[in-house]
C-alpha cells in the first residue's frame, strides 16, 4: 500500500500556471474543515478549472460533501486498517500535481502515503507535529502567532495564490430547512447556545450550566429573546441540556442531540447569535454569518477563536494563562492550553450577558431574521 515519493526536481513552488488536479488532506474536526473549506474556496475561485479531490472524515464529509465542484474521497476512520485498503483502492490508479497535507496527525499522514504525487506540500517544521514533515517534500512558510485560519491559507499562498477569499457557502437542502421550522420559534428572534467543546484530555473548555440557565433567562426577560440548546448525542452534552432546561425560568428549546450538522447549520444561520466556548458550531456560525459569543480562557481565541467575532469574544485566556504559568501570552509557546479544570469558573454571567446587550441593542441587530430567507 506504501508509495515512494516521486521525484521533484522539476516540481516547484508556487506553479506558474494552474494545475489540472490538486489533492486535499483534511479528516477533521468540524471547525478545522470549515477553515480549510475558505482556502478551497479561495483555490476554486482562482483557478475554477483545477479539479479538487478532498479526502475527509465521515462525519466531515456530512456537512460540506454536497459541495459542488470538488470530489469528496470519505475516510472512515472508525473502520480501521480497512479504512486505508478503500482508499488505496480509490487512489491507486491516479495522480495528482500536488497534496495540500492540511492536517497534523499521524491518520492523516499515513493516509496521504496513498496519494501519487511529486509535490507533498504539509506545515512548516515548527508547526509539522506527529511527524508531519517527514511526509513532505515541500513546506509552507513559518509564520509565527497566526490563527489556524490564516496559517492553513499559507498552503494556497505557497501555490502562488495570494488572494483570501472568506467564502464558504456551504449548501442547506430544503430537508434540513424544514426540521429546523418544526421547532424554531416563529414569533421572535432566537439565540443559539451550543454549551458543550469536543472532549479531549486534560483540556476543560466547557462553561457550567447554571451560567448557561442565567443568560437563557437573561435573553427572555431583557430582550424577549427565545433560547435553542444544540450539540451532539454525547451523554455529557445531553447532560448538559438537561441540567440547563431544569434551571430555566423560562424553557429553552433543546435540540441537543437531535440534529445532524445540515439542521444545526440552518439553525445556526436563523439565529441572532451563537454562544459557544471553542468547538465547531461557533466556527460553524463564521461561515453563515452569524456572531459568536466565544467563551474562551483555557485556549487563545487569537488563535482558534471564532474568526469573525474577535469583537464579541470573551477572552479571559491572558489572565488564566498568567495565574498557571507565571507569563504573559507574549512568553509562552503560541498555542499553550490552560490546564485548570477550574479555569471556565473566571468566566461570570455579567461577562456574557454585557456582551448580549452590546450585541442585540446594534441597530443591525434589532430586525427579526426571516426562517424563509435563511
Request: glycine share 6%; proline share 6%; hydrophobic share 35%.
Amino acid at each position: 500500500m506504501t508509495q515512494s515519493l516521486i521525484p521533484t526536481s522539476n516540481n516547484q513552488l508556487p506553479f506558474k500556471q494552474p494545475p489540472d488536479s490538486l489533492c486535499i488532506i483534511r479528516l477533521s474536526a468540524v471547525g478545522d474543515v470549515c477553515h480549510t473549506l475558505a482556502v478551497v474556496r479561495t483555490i476554486q475561485s482562482h483557478w475554477p478549472q483545477t479539479k479538487l479531490t478532498w479526502i475527509i472524515g465521515k462525519l466531515e464529509a456530512s456537512l460540506v460533501g454536497d459541495i459542488p465542484g470538488i470530489e469528496f474521497i470519505i475516510f472512515n476512520k472508525s473502520g480501521g486498517w480497512r479504512a486505508y485498503k478503500k482508499l488505496h483502492q480509490q487512489l491507486r490508479s491516479r495522480t495528482f500535481d500536488a497534496l495540500l497535507h492540511m492536517q497534523i496527525s499521524i491518520r492523516s499522514s499515513l493516509a496521504s502515503r496513498l496519494v501519487r504525487t511529486p509535490i507533498r506540500l504539509g506545515f512548516d517544521r515548527a508547526r509539522a507535529k506527529d511527524y508531519q514533515w517527514l511526509f513532505s517534500n515541500h513546506k509552507i512558510n513559518a509564520v509565527k502567532n497566526q490563527h489556524v485560519l490564516d496559517g492553513l491559507f499559507g498552503f494556497a499562498e505557497t501555490l502562488g495564490i495570494h488572494e483570501k477569499r472568506l467564502r464558504w457557502d456551504i449548501p442547506i437542502p430544503a430537508e434540513a430547512r424544514q426540521y429546523a421550522d418544526q421547532y424554531l420559534p416563529r414569533s421572535k428572534r432566537f439565540i443559539v447556545i451550543s454549551p458543550c467543546s469536543s472532549a479531549r484530555f486534560r483540556n476543560w473548555r466547557n462553561w457550567h450550566a447554571e451560567g448557561y440557565a442565567a443568560v437563557c433567562n437573561y435573553l427572555t426577560e431583557h430582550f424577549n429573546c427565545a433560547t435553542v440548546l444544540t450539540g451532539g448525542p454525547s451523554t455529557l452534552e445531553k447532560e448538559y441540556g438537561t441540567a440547563i432546561s431544569e434551571l430555566c425560568q423560562h424553557t429553552p428549546v433543546n435540540l441537543i442531540g437531535k440534529t445532524n450538522l445540515k439542521q444545526l447549520l440552518t439553525i445556526i444561520a436563523q439565529a441572532k447569535a451563537v454562544i459557544s466556548p471553542d468547538s465547531g458550531p461557533a466556527h460553524m456560525a463564521t461561515t453563515v454569518g452569524t456572531p459568536v459569543i466565544g467563551l474562551y480562557v483555557t485556549s487563545n481565541p487569537l488563535r482558534t477563536g471564532p474568526y469573525l467575532s474577535q469583537e464579541w469574544v470573551i477572552n479571559k485566556y491572558p489572565n488564566a494563562i498568567q495565574e498557571e504559568s507565571g507569563n504573559t501570552v507574549d512568553n509562552v509557546s503560541w498555542g499553550t492550553r490552560v490546564r485548570d479544570p477550574e479555569a471556565m469558573q473566571r468566566i461570570s454571567v455579567e461577562d456574557v450577558t454585557a456582551k448580549l446587550d452590546e450585541l442585540l441593542s446594534a441597530p443591525q441587530n434589532q430586525p427579526v431574521k426571516s426562517n424563509e430567507n435563511n
